[in-house]
C-alpha cells in the first residue's frame, strides 16, 4: 500500500488542507459562547459547517497523491497574529500524507458527519449532552487532521484530543453514565500512553516520525514491542478484543447519535486506518504477527458475537456487534494479501455505514417509545414503517446477506483465506479454522439480528404502543441514505465499488473462482420478482386465521412469546453458562481486572507505610537505587 509519491504541494491544496481541519475546531471553540438553549440553531450551524468541510474534503479527494507541509502558511498566521513565527524550524512536524487511502476516509469522515448532524437537529434535545456540537465539530476537524497526519507526534496529538471529546459525548447525568464516560476516558488514555512508548521506540529505532519514511522489520524484540504498542492503541480505538469492553457500555449510555459518530463509524474508520497504516506501510510482519492478528481477529468475532446473543438492551446488542466486525477487518490486514487488505478496507467503510445506521434505527426507536429493552418492544414495523425498512437493509447487511455491501466485503475476506492457505507457515496451515470461525460468526450475527429484528418490529405489539408513529424526516432521510449506500456498494461491489475505491490503494488483483455483484443481485431481484407472481397467481394470500380453544376461553390476544426467550437457550450450556456468568462478574473486562489489581496494589502499599521512620529510610533507598539503575 505504501506507494507514495512526492509531489510539489499546491497553494490551493494546503489552504483546503488547513481550513478543513481548523475551521471545524475553530467554529467549534466558538459555540461554546451561545448557550444551550439555542441548541437548534447550533445544530443548523454546525450543519452549514460540516458541509463546507465536505467540499474542501471532495477538493482533497480530486487532488494528486502528495506530501504537504503547513508551516509556512501557519507560520504567516502567527507572525500577523503574535508578531512572531512561532513555527519556525517546525518543517518536520507539520507534515501531512494526501494518499488514496486518507482521500478515502476523510470522505466517509465527511459523509456520516453531514448525515449525523442532520440527525442529531431533531435529536438531541436541550440539555441532553452539554455543548454536544461544540465537540461534534472538534471530533470531526480532529478526525481529519489525524487521518492526514504523516507526523506520528502530531497525529497522536490529534488522537488524544479525540479521546477526550469521545469522553465529552456521553452524558453524566446518572452515577451509570459518569461511570461509562470514565471507563472510556481511562481506556483510551491508557491506551494512548502505551502508543507513546511505541513511537518513543520507532524513534529510537530509526530516527524518524514520518509515517512513510519508516518499513521496519518485526523480527527483534524491540521492533515487536514498538508494534505491539501501536496495535493496542488501533485495537482500543477500534474496540477490538481485549480492549473492547467500552464499546458496549458506551452504545448502551450513550445518545444514538453520539454512538453513531464514534465507536460505529469515526473510531472504526480511524482504529482500522492507524492498523492499515502499521501493517502495511511502518512494519513489515513476520508469520508470528500474522498469526497473531489473525489468532485475535477471530477471537474478536466470536466472543462479541456470543455476547450480542443474549443480550436484552438492543443498543447493548449492537455494541457487541460493533466489536464482532472488527475482528473481520482485522483478520483481512492478517492476511497481509492484496485481497485482504483490500477486504479489510471495504469493511470497515461497510460497517461504518451500516452499524451507523443501526444506532441511528435504534435512536429512532428510543426517540418514539422511550424503550432500551427488546422484551418492552414490538410490532413497530407498521407504525415506523421507514426505520423498520432501513434498519431491516442494515441487519441484513451486518449479517452477510447478498446482494448487500456486508456480503461484498465479507465474501472477499473468505477468498483471502482460502489464498491464504497456499502459504507454507503456520498461520496459512490454520486456514480452514480462520475460514470457519469467520462464516460461524456471520451465521450468529444473522441469528441475533433476527432476534433484533424480530423482536422489535415484527413480534405482538404491546398496547402501551398504539401511539408509536414515524420519526421526524430529518431522523429517517439519514437512514434512507445510508441504506441505499449499502446496497449501492453491495450490488456494484466487483464492478465499480472495489476497482474504483480499493484497488488504486493496494493494487489491482483478481477474484478467486467466479462472482459477479451485478450479476448476482439481478438473479435475487428475479426470484423475488418471481415470487411476488406466484403469490398473487396462486391466491396464497388469502387464508383464514382463528383464534386458539382452550377450554372455551378465547387467549389468542393475551397470549405472546417474547422473541428473547427463544435465545435464553444459548445460555444454558454448561460452558456458554460458565462464560456469560464470568462476563456479568467482569472477569474478562480488562478495565475491570486492572482497577482490582490497583486496588489491590495501592492497599498493599498502604500496609507498608507503618509510620516507623527507619521503614520509610528504606523506600527512600530503593527508590533511589531503582532510579539509578534505570539511568544507566
Known sequence: MNEFVSIVPQPSVCGHLQFMILLPVIVGLLLFLIPDKYNRFKGIFALIISVIAGYFTLSLFTSAIQMTVLNEILGKSCQAIFGLDLMKDSTSFFTFTIDNVSKLIILFISLFAFLILLYSIAYIKTGRVKNYYTWFLITIGCSYGAVLSDNLLLFLTFWGILGITLYKLIPGHNEESSATAKKTLILIGASDTIMIIGIALLWRLTGSF???????????????????????????????????????????????????????????????????????????????????????????????????????????????????????????????????????????????????????????????????????????????????????????????????????????????????????????????IWLGLAVFGSALTLASFIKFIGGVFLSRSKPALEKVREVPALMWIPLVVLALFCIVFGVFATNFIVPKLFMPITGEFVFTGYWNSTFVSLLILISIILGIIVYFATSLKKFRTEDSFIGGEKIQDSTSYPTPEFYKTFGEFKFLAWMYRKAEEKLFDIYDLSKQFVLWLSHKLSEAHTGVLPGYVIWVCAGLIIMLLIMI
Open 210 to 432: 514520518s509515517m512513510n519514511s519508516i518499513s521496519l522489520p518485526t523480527n527483534n524484540p524491540l521492533s515487536v514491542a514498538a508494534f505491539l504498542a501501536l496495535l493496542v492503541g488501533s485495537f482500543t480505538k477500534a474496540g477490538a478484543f481485549p480492549f473492547h469492553t467500552w464499546v458496549p457500555d458506551y452504545a448502551k449510555d450513550a445518545p444514538a447519535s453520539s454512538s453513531a459518530l464514534l465507536p460505529a463509524s469515526l473510531d472504526k474508520l480511524l482504529g482500522i486506518y492507524f492498523l492499515a497504516r502499521i501493517t502495511t506501510d511502518i512494519f513489515i510482519l513476520t508469520d508470528g504477527i500474522r498469526l497473531l492478528l489473525l489468532t485475535i481477529g477471530v477471537i474478536t468475532i466470536i466472543i462479541a458475537v456470543m455476547m450480542a446473543l443474549v443480550q436484552h438492551n438492543y443498543k447493548r446488542l449492537l455494541g457487541f456487534h460493533a466489536v464482532s466486525q472488527v475482528g473481520y477487518m482485522i483478520v483481512g490486514f492478517g492476511l497481509g494479501s492484496l485481497i485482504g487488505i483490500a477486504a479489510g478496507l471495504f469493511h470497515m467503510i461497510n460497517h461504518a455505514l451500516y452499524k451507523s445506521g443501526l444506532f441511528l434505527s435504534a435512536g429512532c426507536i428510543e426517540y418514539r417509545t422511550g424503550e432500551e429493552n427488546i422484551d418492552e418492544l414490538g410490532g413497530l414495523s407498521k407504525a415506523m414503517p421507514v426505520t423498520f425498512f432501513a434498519a431491516l437493509i442494515f441487519a441484513m447487511s451486518i449479517s452477510g446477506v447478498p446482494p448487500l455491501n456486508g456480503f461484498a466485503s465479507k465474501w472477499m475476506i473468505y477468498q483471502g483465506i482460502i489464498d491464504f492457505g497456499s502459504g507454507t507457515g503456520l498461520a496459512n496451515k490454520l486456514w480452514v
